[in-house]
Each structure stands twice: as C-alpha cells, then as structure tokens.
C-alpha cells in the first residue's frame, strides 16, 4: 500500500506540456511525487520521458501548465532548483580528458563545495560505485557499465534528496544492471527521492513504489506495479506458439478461453487467472501449440493492453 | 512478485551520505556568484593533461618563426630597404604582427573544436548545464580559460621576442594584453558560430583556410597594410591581426599612430569580442536549452 506521510509534494507537475512546433513531446500531463518515494516514467522510445525529465531538472523551458520542484518554479529559480537534484542523464557526459576521481571534484565544484569536503567525498562515492581501484583511471578506460556507476556517483557528490535517472541502465548487460540496481536500492533505503524513466519493465518494477504509464507524450495509467497488473491485466498469462504462420489463424479457436486473447505476430497471448487450466481447455480443444508457457502478469502486458503496442519495438 | 516495499521514512542518511554536504540554498547562492570560475577552472583542469604539448608549442611556434623569418628573411631585407619598415629593422616590424598571429591562431583553435566537443562529440556542457550554473557562467567559464590559456601563450611569446631584442620600447610588454584582446576579438564570434554547427561537415578546416590563413597573410603582417592594392586593403581593415598589430607596433617600437586611432583600433576589438559574446550566449542558451 502507497502510505505517504503528510507534507507538501517534492515535485508537483500539473497539465505540464511541451511542443516542439506542431510535435507535442508531452502532453498535458500531471502528477505528484513525495518525498522518499520511488517514481518511474514507464514508456516506449519517444514517449516524452526524457523531455518531461529534462523539465524536471529545470534544463529544458515547458510550453506550458506548472511545475514545482521544492515548491520552487524552475524556470524562476533555475539554480535553486538545479541545486537540489541530483542528475543522471540518458548519455553520460562525463570528461574523458580528466581522470575518474577528477570527474567528481571538478561536479563538486559546480554547486560551491570546498575542497575539504570533496577530496573524501570523491572517495567515499568511489566505494559506492564500486569504482576505487579505478580512481585514477582515464574515464575512457571504464566499460559502460562503470560509466553509469561513475555517472551515479558524479550525481551525489552534493548529497542530492532527489535523483533523476533518465533511463540508466539502457545499454548494460545484465550483470552490470544488476550492480547498479543494488547501488539505487540503498539510495532508496536512505531516503533519497528517486525519479527514473525506463522502458525496462523489469526495472520499474524492481526499483518503483509508484509509476506513470506513458504514450506519446500523455500519461496513460497510474498505480504501483502491483496495482496497475491488477487493474489491467489477468493474474497469469498463457503464451502459445503455433508458428508465425498459423499464431492469427489460430486465434478463432482459442475464443473463450481465459479473460482476454492477444494475437501477436509470433504468439497468442490468453490472459486468464489460471493460466494452466487455460492451457488444458486450448489442448481439450484439439489444438497443438509448438511452445506454451504460463507466467505471471508484468507490467509488459499492462501496457500492450493500454497502448496496443510493445514497448520495446 | 512481492509488492516493492515503501521506501524507509525518516531513516538516518546512511551511506553514502555521510560527510554533509552544505545546503542546496548555499550551493544556488555560491553557484550564482561564482559559477563563471567553476566551469573556469574545469577547463583548466582538462588542459593540464596537455600542458608539456601546450608548453612545447607555446615555445616552439615563436623560436621557429623569429628564427626563419625574423633573423633569416630580416638580414635580407634590412640590407635592400633600410626606411621601408619605419627605420627599424624588420625583425622589430614583424615580431609584434607574428605575436598577435600567434595568440589569434591559438583562440582560433581553442574557439571550434572544443565547443563541438562540449555539445556533440563529448557533450561535456551537458554536465554543468544539470548543476546549479546556467548557460551564460558555461560561456564566461569557457572564455575565462581560454583567456587564461591565451595569455600564457602570450606571455611566453612575449618574452622569446624580448630575447631576440625584436621589442626595443618600455611600453613592450603591453603587447600582452592587445594580443590577447585581438584572440578574443576574433575567438568570441567563431565561439558563436562554432557553437551553432551542428555537424562536422569540414566547416572548421575552412575557417582555417579561408578565413584565417588570407587574414594572416593581408593583415599587414609582413609588409605594411598601404604596399597592398587598396581593393586588397579591407582584408587589413576587418582583421582583429591588422588592428592589433598596428597597436603592438606602436607599444613595441614607438609605431607612430595618431591616439584617436590607437582608440578605434582597441573600440574596433572590444566591440567585436563584446557582440561575439552576446551572440554566444544566445546561442548556448538556445541549444543547450532544447
């Protein structure tokens, strides 16, 4: 259950809208975010994720509705607000001509800490991002998933209370998403608000008390990850391969089983509470899947039932 | 899956905060006085890992040209046209002109690849556009070290044309700050255009080819501005080279210029570099603010 202490919203957005010419990257979209929660912006390439994040982090003018981070405009209080967050971009930006440990105390600088802080601060975000052998390495040496770390790290050298992560772990291989989704769980434990785009299902619903669905731009649902399964899809999911040939064709015979059914190119899906019973009644019916599979509802099929799409295409 | 849990209230900061960070308020006041000095000094910081290179050429350039041209070329011309260069020596002639060159040549770099390697290639102004600094303190920042560069350059310039004997008058070493004033003149402009590229289509080996090197050699560098045909003369006239050079001359070797022109000439290169920074800023905040 979502059991928010009393206090006003650290992030407030309210019919927020973006356009660039006749192209509407966000579109009249609001939401609130309080403090210590985790909250996700869930949603295919293009969605407006990043524009709405880049509003957020008071980089990037709205075309209009309002918005608030600390009860501060951005567009007003631009390095107020700047000062307050903690930011880790879709590209990292790191400068490849310094060396690691630089890369953080020339970040301090920006927001004004003294040396005598940053030299042991620097070292101490290198332990958490797994990063102190590599201290005095060129950036340029670090594989990607130790830039992402560097780049986390980079983002708390101010001690932010509020992270943005603009899908950070795009591009990692498994063992290094893992790693860093350790690293934002303990930030998470700590307190710190974390607000992060992804179009990983797996991630938001690992790393998120709460998250928006969002499509071109508009927030199509909004809820817990448990919460949004229950209210739009089955508890189970059967997935049946008939072949890319037959998997339409089939889907006229399959009528009536389970809740709902999703034709796909490469498989049916039959949305049901018992995904096994489903598979008995398919096989009653005189039908022979090449595959089948029965798993649990995931934020995947939340969206494919909102937006009619994948989300990663 | 189970239900993620709520996120702990109120949990003491543990890792990784621990060593107190001031306020962000303190950060936002400190950022918005001092923001310029911080980008400064991360340019700064990224320069020193080519300070023996910076170092090498910054002496190296003046040793060789003084050498080929100014002893070299200069016993030549001496010899034939002992008045024609004002009754010095072409070495004192032309070693205020080779100074001024120099530092416009250095900003010239310094203005084009780096500005594209802090939007496109690196994206290295997308870090500090995140912090509390905005898009004017990464300008002034920029340009605060390059100055810096530039007059150490300068500096070192000065000092080898010193030693050659090549800058005769007290007044010399205020050559310094016109050479740097010239590489601004015409840095800050190319910043603004640099800064407005999107692509890399060979756009900034053409400001080299087309636009630098005719200013190097029309800009009354190794022959005074009136020996060229007067439909040449306006290269002369446009060129930051022409009017600094013509004011090192004057601090160099007591050059007899008429003060109002010593004015226009020092007007002419801080209205260029003025409107040069404008423009940057503009267009810095534009991109950068997509």
Redesign the interface.
């Known amino acids: ?3 928010h ?1 009393a206090g006003p919203p650290v992030i407030s957005a309210q019919q927020l809208s973006k356009h660039y010419g006749d192209f509407r990257a966000v579109d009249d979209i609001s939401f609130e975010v309080p403090a ?3 909250f996700g912006l869930l949603g295919p390439n293009g969605a407006g994720k990043s524009t709405t994040m880049r509003m957020i ?1 008071g ?3 709205r075309t209009s509705g309002r918005l608030t981070i ?1 009860g501060l405009d951005p567009e007003d ?4 607000v ?4 903690g ?1 880790v ?1 879709q ?1 990292d ?6 060396k690691v440990r ?1 890369n953080l105390i ?2 301090g ?5 003294p040396m005598s ?1 940053l030299r ?2 620097a070292d ?2 290198l332990e ?1 991002a797994q990063l102190t052998d590599k201290a005095g390495a060129k950036v340029d040496a670090l594989s990607g998933g130790m830039k992402r770390r560097l780049t986390i790290a ?1 983002s ?5 209370r509020i992270l943005l992560l603009d899908e950070p772990t795009t591009g990692l291989d498994p063992q290094a998403r893992h790693i860093l989704w350790d690293r934002l769980f ?6 710190v608000t974390l607000i992060l785009t992804t179009h990983y299902m797996d991630e938001a ?5 709460r998250l928006v669905v969002v499509d071109k731009g508009r927030i199509m649902a909004e809820g ?3 919460q949004l399964i229950r209210d739009h899809s089955t508890r189970e999911v059967l997935e049946l391969r008939f072949g890319s040939e037959r998997n339409t064709m089939v889907a006229g015979e399959l009528e009536g089983i389970g809740e709902r059914l999703e034709p796909l190119p490469d498989r049916v899906l039959i949305y049901a509470q018992d995904g096994e019973a489903a598979l008995e009644e398919v096989t009653s019916r005189g039908l022979k899947p090449i595959t089948s599979l029965v798993r ?1 509802s995931s934020l995947e099929d939340v969206f494919l039932r909102l937006t009619g799409r994948s989300l990663v295409e | 899956m189970s239900e993620p849990e709520p996120a702990v209230r109120n949990a003491p900061a543990g890792p990784p905060y621990r060593l107190h960070a001031h306020p962000p308020e303190v950060s936002a006041r400190r950022a918005r006085s001092f923001g310029s000095w911080y980008y400064a000094e991360h340019v700064l910081r990224s320069m020193q890992g080519y300070r023996w290179t910076l170092l090498a050429s910054s002496v190296g350039t003046p040793v060789m040209y003084l050498f080929a041209m100014g002893v070299g070329l200069a016993t030549l011309v001496d010899r034939n046209s002992a008045d024609a260069f004002g009754g010095v020596g072409y070495l004192a002639f032309l070693a205020p002109a080779l100074l001024a060159s120099a530092t416009i040549m250095t900003a010239a770099t310094e203005f084009t690849y780096p500005v594209m390697d802090g939007f496109k290639w690196r994206r290295v102004y997308y870090g500090p556009h995140a912090s509390p600094l905005n898009t004017d303190q990464i300008v002034n920042g920029h340009v605060l070290a390059i100055t810096a560069r530039l007059t150490a350059t300068t500096i070192i310039y000065f000092l080898i044309v010193a030693a050659f004997g090549a800058s005769p008058s007290a007044t010399g070493a205020a050559v310094i700050p016109v050479a740097v004033l010239s590489g601004l003149a015409f840095g800050l402009p190319l910043m603004a255009y640099s800064a407005s590229i999107e692509d890399d289509r060979g756009q900034f080996a053409l400001v080299m080819r087309f636009i630098v090197t005719p200013l190097f050699l029309f800009s009354g560098t190794f022959f005074p501005l009136s020996t060229l045909p007067v439909f040449l003369q306006w290269i002369g006239w446009i060129s930051p080279l022409w009017h600094g050079t013509e004011l090192g001359r004057s601090l160099t070797y007591g050059y007899d210029i008429p003060l109002w022109l010593a004015v226009l000439h020092v007007v002419y290169l801080v209205v260029l570099a003025v409107v040069g920074l404008r423009l940057a800023h503009t267009v810095y905040a534009r991109r950068l603010g997509r």
């Open positions: 259950m979502l059991t202490p210590g929660e985790s982090g980089v990037s003018q600390m209080h631009g390095p107020e700047r000062a307050h967050l930011v971009p590209q930006n790191l400068d490849e001509e310094l630089d020339v970040y600088r920006y927001f004004g800490l802080y042991p601060k101490e975000l958490f980079r708390l050298i101010n001690e932010p303990r930030l998470k434990e700590s307190g619903e690992q790393l998120c008390d817990s990850p448990a649990r």
